[in-house]
Structures are given as C-alpha cells and as structure tokens.
C-alpha cells in the first residue's frame, strides 16, 4: 500500500524567505505523488504532481517539488514565500481510483 | 468557469437524524469522488463515480453511509441515523479525465450534535 508522511505539522516562515514542506512516501513501487494546497473556505488546488517523467516537478504560482528516490522524499518548495501563500498544504500520492492524502502541514508567513 | 458545488455549506444535525449532501461537480466530468476531512487531519477516499457507476466504495466507513449519482452528473452522498462520529468537513471533487487532477468543492461542513 502506499502512504505519506508530512514531517511538519506546522511550518512559519518570513515574507521572501524561502519556503520547505517535507514530505515521505511510502511504496513498494515507483509512486504517483501531487501536493495539494487548501486556502480557508476555499476547495483543495491541485498545485503539482509527479508521475514517473521528470523527477523536478514544476507547479502554479512559483512552487515545485523534487522526487528523490534514494530518499523516498518529495518536498516542496519555494524561493520566496508571499503573504498569499499561507495555507494548508497536502502531500499525497494515487491509485487508479482514489488519492490518499498526509494529515497536511499549516504554512504561516510572517510579514 | 462555473467550479465545483456542494450544498448545503453547513448542516447541523441531531444524534440520529439522516443527511443529505449535494454535489454539483464541473460539467462534463466524468469522474466524481467523495472525500471525509475530520479536524486537523487530510480528506478521506469515501467512494468513487465513474459517470453513473459507483467503482469503489470502499472508503465509507459503515452501512449507514450511501452515495449515488443516478444520470452521472450531480451527486448525493447520505448519512442516515447520524453518529458524533460523523461530524467532519465531506468534499467533493471532480475530474475530466486523470485522477490526479481532481478539482474540488469548498464542502460541507457537518455537525452532529
């Protein structure tokens, strides 16, 4: 069965400062994984997703996320983080009929 | 564009009463899902449209959750004889044709007093 694990349940950083949400997989073979982000009141945003092509995914709004097998990791990031960029984030990988989601990680930006 | 709908926003229910939630997904979509959101936590698979056929339901959590969407468009999902248990943000999402690219509602917010 696959699964992920987001590492931080809360993550502060500075307006223009870069930005790290981590995220582990877990699969016995190699993995469909997004990341999903969720403004308050407003629908999850699928912000990007790997599936097995280049293992430097590039999303909306300046965000992109690495797949790096030896480390069973894909993390997201941001060279500078903006005031709109506070929300809930959501690593997650897929089968053919349904995502699975990590328990998400709360992104605050400090002015 | 018009976006993916669910009504009610907020349903307050008594211990026991049934529910109905609504789903409007994007027009053309074939596929359709449910998801569970407790507090704090990700959203949940609950089931699995493909146009009007149900494929999975294995993420519902007991017999008193049903879901249908009878002409492959709109969606409800009921809950009878509700539980606190139940009380959780339920979503909607759509998609035209990969799994990955799911477009979602805003929810339902469910309370069970």
């Known amino acids: 069965a696959q699964s992920v694990t987001q590492l931080d349940s809360h993550v502060s950083v500075s307006e223009g400062t870069p930005v790290l949400l981590r995220c582990n997989y877990s699969?016995?073979?190699?993995?469909?994984l997004f990341w999903y982000v969720q403004h308050p009141n407003k629908g999850l945003q699928l912000l990007l997703k790997?599936?097995?092509?280049?293992?430097l995914v590039k999303g909306i709004n300046g965000f992109e996320a690495e797949f790096k097998k030896s480390e069973t990791s894909f993390h997201l990031t941001k060279p500078s983080a903006h005031m709109s960029d506070a929300a809930e984030y959501f690593c997650?990988?897929?089968?053919?009929?349904?995502?699975?989601f990590g328990s998400g990680t709360q992104l605050t930006v400090l002015p | 564009g018009a976006g993916v709908s669910q009504s009610p926003r907020y349903k307050v229910a008594k211990r026991g009463q049934d529910v109905a939630l609504r789903c409007d997904p994007i027009?053309?979509?074939?596929?359709l899902f449910w998801y569970q959101q407790a507090l704090g936590q990700g959203p949940e698979f609950l089931t699995y449209?493909?146009?009007?056929?149900?494929?999975?339901k294995s993420g519902l959590p007991s017999d008193r959750f049903f879901a249908e969407r009878p002409e492959g468009s709109v969606s409800t999902l009921k809950i009878q004889r509700t539980q606190q248990e139940d009380s959780a943000v339920y979503l909607c999402?759509?998609?035209?044709?990969?799994?990955?690219?799911?477009?979602f509602g805003p929810g339902t917010r469910l309370t069970v007093t």
């Open positions: 999402a759509s998609s035209a044709h990969q799994i990955y690219e799911q477009y």
């Open positions: 699969s016995s073979y190699s993995p469909s």
């Open positions: 790997y599936t097995s092509a280049a293992t």
């Open positions: 997650g990988t897929g089968s053919a009929r349904q995502l699975t």
């Open positions: 027009s053309g979509h074939v596929s």
């Open positions: 449209f493909q146009n009007e056929a149900q494929l999975d």
